[in-house]
């Protein structure tokens, strides 16, 4: 389909016949969810395909001489698992009335609450090629004659973006940790009020009680075997939480040579035996916590490999962030704050588009309501940021 005379606009199926640096010259380096290589272990490792209900449907925008100057990770989905922004209330009142609300679009990172861009398009890409990727995602969605499109985590100015185009808006809510120019996980924990800061003192002890060690690892220094004792962690907490493993062995041995040093792995090991991790990524200024497992019941322990350890690496490497993952208001306690997150719709059938949009109307304004009721459980003391 054309975008306009200089443009053109196409879909694949697959991410292997797209050359890796034009992809993440779109994508931009700040966030590895996005780039070539995480998506593409997805795809290879069959973690993202048809069979697990993600079928890549990406979207292409190239100018005259075939560059590659825009592009939307875009898959067909069969269900509304892996998602984190819940529609499956909109599916059953759709079905209920007759529609059939599957196969969707969905402009996501699979398995991956991270906000991020969506609508990537190279720097130095003329103006109107993101307008030209909206244009184009509904164009495919019309063609697959799908009941919706969802473009879900996108950073805020793709949200407005897509909104000015006539997409529903969506807001949710994650907790982040934010870096005030700490030196030390002591000079934030004396931010904190005294009850907090002694409660976060006494949770990193427990956690190491008995004789448990933690270890940070990055990169080259993650080995076959931690990642087979971390996917064994995966799929264990995936069985503990009735959830479905999508994440293949394949994958943790595709992450490594995709996305080397921005791996953040931290392990947790009793008497020579690796018992826990927790798996990070690491973008130019956030570290981002993906996911946990661990082999037994260790109090405390998710605390510290989770949140307390991502803040010590987050300051010492200067980090802006922390990002821990979706929901979870046990964080705020440990220093991560409520921050919006955004997702966009796009619904084909004029009374449902109607029912939704009147049903986000009052969502959005409870969201944000409980948000700021939420901020007042802040940890910090008062009359300090943070």
């Known amino acids: 389909m054309d975008g306009g005379d200089r443009f053109t606009l196409r879909v694949v199926d697959k991410l292997g016949g797209i050359d ?49 100057v825009g592009a939307v990770p875009l898959y067909l989905k069969s269900h509304s698992w892996g998602e984190y922004v819940f529609d499956q209330s909109w599916a059953d009142a759709y079905e209920r009335a007759g529609g059939e609300y599957y196969p969707k679009l969905q402009a996501a990172v699979p398995f991956t609450p991270v906000p991020g861009p969506r609508l990537l398009v190279r720097p130095d890409a003329p103006a109107g090629a993101a307008d ?57 924990l004396g931010r904190l009020s005294s009850r907090k800061r002694k409660s976060i003192r006494k949770e990193r002890q427990a956690a190491l009680a008995g004789g448990i060690g933690l270890r940070t690892l990055v990169g080259a220094e993650i080995t076959p075997r931690h990642w087979d004792a971390f996917h064994r962690f995966y799929l264990s907490t995936v069985d503990r939480k009735w959830g479905g493993a ?31 991790g927790a798996l990070n990524l690491r973008g130019t200024d956030t570290l981002y916590g993906r996911n946990w497992g ?19 690496f987050a300051i010492e490497h200067g980090l802006a962030r922390v990002e821990a ?5 046990h964080k705020i306690q440990r220093g991560y704050l409520p921050a919006e997150t955004y997702s966009a719709h796009w619904i084909r059938d004029p009374g449902f588009r109607q029912a939704i949009a009147h049903f986000l109307d009052r969502e959005r304004p409870a969201v944000r309501a409980e948000m700021a009721e939420l901020a007042e459980l802040s940890p910090f003391r008062q009359g300090c940021e943070g």
Not at 150 to 167: I, N, S, Y
Not at 294 to 311: Q, V
């Open 20 to 68: 890796a640096a034009a992809w993440d010259a779109c994508a931009g380096a700040d966030n590895p969810f996005v780039s070539h290589g995480f998506l593409s272990a997805l795809e290879e490792s069959r973690s993202a395909s048809a069979r697990t209900g993600w079928l890549p449907q990406h979207l292409l925008l190239e100018d005259a001489v075939g560059r590659l």
């Open 132 to 188: 030209l990727l909206i244009d184009g995602l509904v164009e495919v969605a019309k063609r697959h004659k799908v009941s919706s499109l969802h473009v879900t985590f996108p950073k805020e100015a793709d949200w407005q973006r897509l909104g000015d185009a006539g997409f529903l808006q969506r807001v949710g809510q994650q907790f982040h940790w934010m870096n005030e120019g700490y030196a030390s996980f002591e000079d934030f």
């Open 246 to 276: 999508y994440l293949t062995r394949e994958f943790f041995e595709l992450l490594p040579s995709r996305l080397g040093e921005k791996i953040v792995l931290v392990v947790a090991e009793h008497d020579g035996r690796t018992i826990a």
């Open 294 to 312: 661990a082999d037994g019941d260790y109090p405390f322990l998710h605390f510290e490999a989770c949140y307390y350890r991502a803040i010590d």
């Open 325 to 329: 993952g979706a929901q979870g208001t």
